[in-house]
């Protein structure tokens, strides 16, 4: 179904190629597990497939050929949601395909189940969380049984009970459909692979075959180099000193009609916001960092709410990182991106080196892969060196050798005395920081967003 011939693309405006050499070939019904480090070019090989590269925006060398019809799931679900009503998205795609009308609304309804979709299809697609609009993009491409299907970290923002009912879902896919995943929880969807290729970041294919090429000395050399292998320890990073004085507390906190316990966050600690999807973990996130209006209760510090702070003084204060990280650039590089609130020159390239961005420090923030991104919004939440940091998922998208850094800049950070709220789905994440986890369970309700005028005064 799919054959390509030293295929490349290199991004518009890029020096160094996306994926480069790629040489490969898969036929109807083989599940292939596409690893390779971060910026290796998995999602952008996944977008060529899918036929969305356009020579207008970018460079292509090489051959590539697909046969069939391939559905396609991105790394950031809201990429990809064009309708307001759930049953409306999993529904478009049939449409466009002239699916039976008589046939069109049951199957709507056999995927939304098949994936654990936890609304009726009239559920605003605009109120979903994150998790939900993955369940919801990942029931859209199963829905018009598709050739090929295309998946880019479809289990990545689910909690534990939602990954395994996507699994589920894809084992049940068709024999003749060809799938390929890119996926870091790879213990858990090895079952359903049958073949393994890997991406070399210098070009071409460094290895591909069944899965058991992750055993023995090829697992050592690949997890070494970045790749999730299964049965290779992670490091652990307990606290160095014991927590400090309170950053920031919550008391009778509600979003409208839901409620959270009142938690209190402190230096040189780490708090882990746990739970399945559609709780409000991310709704929590966003008032704490002094984005969202408490309905009621408050949300305090010792020099007050923080949802009453100017734009500026919010970013000195309280560092956020959103669970989609596109959400928060603004500017044409990198560089300028980290530089965009005063952040001295000196600091800037720190940044950059500390996160393994300074070879991307003039490419555009838009271009960059789902876990350089990741990286490139945890560094804007710490130009400013605030005290407190609030992350959504900042491990997703991240290889085995950059989620090993990012543990340990966390875990320096904490120890020199800053505090942390980490909103995740990776236990691995919690066990390795010694996170003390605070689990949501009760759904919360909608939030309006607090609205800032243009100089920063809340309106």
Same mark, same amino acid.
């Given at each position: @179904?799919?054959?390509?011939?030293?295929?490349?693309?290199?991004?518009?405006? &890029? &020096?160094?190629?996306?994926?480069?050499?790629?040489?490969?070939?898969?036929?109807?019904?083989? &599940?292939?597990?596409?690893?390779?480090?971060?910026?290796?070019?998995?999602?952008?090989?996944?977008?060529?497939?899918?036929?969305?590269?356009?020579?207008?925006?970018?460079?292509?060398?090489?051959?590539?050929?697909?046969?069939?019809?391939?559905?396609?799931?991105?790394?950031?679900?809201?990429?990809?949601?064009? @309708?307001?009503?759930?049953?409306?998205?999993?529904?478009?795609?049939?449409?466009?395909?002239?699916?039976?009308?008589?046939?069109?609304?049951?199957?709507?309804?056999?995927?939304?189940?098949?994936?654990?979709?936890?609304?009726?299809?009239?559920?605003?697609?605009?109120?979903?969380?994150?998790?939900?609009?993955?369940?919801?993009?990942?029931?859209?491409?199963?829905?018009?049984?598709?050739?090929?299907?295309?998946?880019?970290?479809?289990?990545?923002?689910?909690?534990?009970?939602?990954?395994?009912?996507?699994?589920?879902?894809?084992?049940?896919?068709?024999?003749?459909?060809?799938?390929?995943?890119?996926?870091?929880?790879?213990?858990?969807?090895?079952?359903?692979?049958?073949?393994?290729?890997?991406?070399?970041?210098?070009?071409?294919?460094?290895?591909?075959?069944?899965?058991?090429?992750?055993?023995?000395?090829?697992?050592?050399?690949?997890?070494?180099?970045?790749?999730?292998?299964?049965?290779?320890?992670?490091?652990?990073?307990?606290?160095?000193?014991?927590?400090?004085?309170?950053?920031?507390?919550?008391?009778?906190?509600?979003?409208?009609?839901?409620?959270?316990?009142?938690?209190?966050?402190?230096?040189?600690?780490?708090?882990?916001?746990?739970?399945?999807?559609?709780?409000?973990?991310?709704?929590?996130?966003?008032?704490?960092?002094?984005?969202?209006?408490?309905?009621?209760?408050?949300?305090?510090?010792?020099?007050?709410?923080?949802?009453?702070?100017?734009?500026?003084?919010?970013?000195?204060?309280?560092?956020?990182?959103?669970?989609?990280?596109?959400?928060?650039?603004?500017?044409?590089?990198?560089?300028?991106?980290?530089?965009?609130?005063?952040?001295?020159?000196?600091?800037?390239?720190?940044?950059?080196?500390?996160?393994?961005?300074?070879?991307?420090?003039?490419?555009?923030?838009?271009?960059?892969?789902?876990?350089?991104?990741?990286?490139?919004?945890?560094?804007?939440?710490?130009?400013?060196?605030?005290?407190?940091?609030?992350?959504?998922?900042?491990?997703?998208?991240?290889?085995?050798?950059?989620?090993?850094?990012?543990?340990?800049?966390?875990?320096?950070? &904490?120890?020199?005395?800053?505090?942390?709220?980490?909103?995740?789905?990776?236990?691995?994440?919690?066990?390795?920081?010694?996170?003390?986890?605070?689990?949501?369970?009760?759904?919360?309700?909608?939030?309006?967003?607090?609205?800032?005028?243009?100089?920063?005064?809340?309106?």
């Amino acid at each position: @179904m799919i054959t390509l011939d030293a295929y490349g693309w290199r991004h518009g405006g &890029r &020096r160094a190629w996306a994926v480069r050499g790629v040489d490969l070939r898969i036929e109807r019904g083989e &599940r292939v597990l596409l690893l390779g480090p971060s910026g290796a070019g998995k999602s952008t090989l996944l977008s060529a497939l899918a036929g969305l590269l356009d020579t207008a925006s970018g460079e292509a060398e090489g051959t590539l050929k697909v046969e069939g019809r391939p559905g396609i799931v991105f790394q950031d679900p809201q990429a990809q949601l064009v @309708m307001t009503r759930a049953g409306d998205e999993v529904a478009f795609g049939l449409e466009n395909l002239a699916w039976p009308a008589a046939g069109l609304w049951p199957r709507v309804d056999e995927v939304l189940a098949q994936v654990g979709f936890p609304y009726d299809r009239d559920r605003p697609t605009g109120r979903l969380s994150g998790g939900e609009q993955q369940r919801l993009v990942v029931a859209a491409a199963l829905a018009p049984r598709p050739d090929l299907l295309l998946l880019d970290e479809p289990t990545a923002n689910l909690d534990p009970a939602g990954a395994a009912l996507v699994r589920a879902a894809l084992a049940a896919v068709g024999p003749d459909v060809a799938t390929v995943i890119v996926e870091h929880r790879i213990a858990e969807i090895l079952p359903l692979i049958t073949r393994v290729v890997v991406l070399d970041p210098g070009g071409g294919v460094r290895a591909d075959g069944p899965p058991g090429l992750l055993s023995g000395p090829l697992g050592a050399e690949l997890a070494a180099a970045g790749v999730w292998v299964p049965g290779h320890p992670l490091p652990a990073r307990p606290a160095l000193h014991s927590p400090g004085e309170p950053l920031i507390s919550t008391f009778d906190l509600r979003v409208r009609r839901n409620a959270y316990s009142d938690m209190v966050v402190q230096e040189r600690e780490i708090v882990a916001v746990t739970g399945p999807n559609g709780v409000g973990k991310s709704t929590l996130a966003l008032a704490l960092g002094g984005l969202l209006r408490p309905a009621a209760g408050r949300v305090s510090t010792a020099d007050g709410e923080p949802h009453r702070w100017r734009a500026r003084r919010l970013a000195a204060r309280i560092g956020s990182v959103f669970q989609n990280p596109e959400h928060q650039f603004v500017t044409r590089t990198v560089r300028d991106e980290l530089a965009l609130g005063g952040t001295s020159p000196v600091h800037v390239d720190e940044l950059l080196d500390r996160l393994h961005l300074a070879e991307l420090a003039r490419a555009n923030p838009f271009t960059l892969s789902g876990g350089q991104a990741r990286r490139l919004s945890v560094a804007t939440a710490l130009a400013a060196a605030p005290r407190l940091l609030i992350l959504d998922e900042p491990t997703f998208g991240q290889d085995r050798r950059t989620w090993t850094e990012m543990v340990d800049l966390l875990a320096a950070l &904490r120890d020199e005395g800053h505090g942390i709220v980490a909103v995740t789905h990776d236990p691995d994440l919690v066990t390795a920081l010694d996170a003390r986890e605070v689990a949501l369970s009760a759904p919360p309700q909608e939030i309006a967003p607090v609205a800032f005028s243009r100089e920063g005064r809340q309106g």
